[in-house]
């Protein structure tokens, strides 16, 4: 669920920037493709406040409520969405490449 629902943010960014004439990346989250779940306690203090929609960090950097998405997109006119390519994750349990078989 946690995963359509940042599908559906991502949709809905799109249409908010198109009239702007920009695009995004891809989304990239801690925890996946090698970036540590630990640098989430980088982005946190990025946000206005502590608990940003009411989320917070364990000790461990995992996020409550448990099924709860971080991560960044980059934003302009000059950038562009790939396609998934597993040649640039190293984790080999990666959901995406399940995805591909």
């Not at 960014?13 to 630990?38: A, Q």
């Not at 409520?65 to 980059?74: A, F, H, N």
């Amino acid at each position: 669920i946690a995963e359509k629902t940042a599908d559906c943010m991502e949709i809905a960014l799109d249409e908010y920037i198109r009239d702007r004439g920009w695009r995004h990346t891809n989304r990239f989250s801690p925890g996946y493709c090698g970036w540590h779940v630990s640098e989430q306690k980088k982005l946190f203090p990025l946000f206005p406040s502590a608990e940003p929609c009411g989320i917070r960090l364990t000790d461990s950097s995992l996020m409550l409520p448990i099924k709860s998405v971080s991560g960044v997109i980059g934003l302009g006119e000059d950038v562009r969405k790939l396609e998934y390519t597993c040649g640039l994750c190293t984790y080999d349990r990666c959901y995406r490449r399940k995805q591909r078989g």
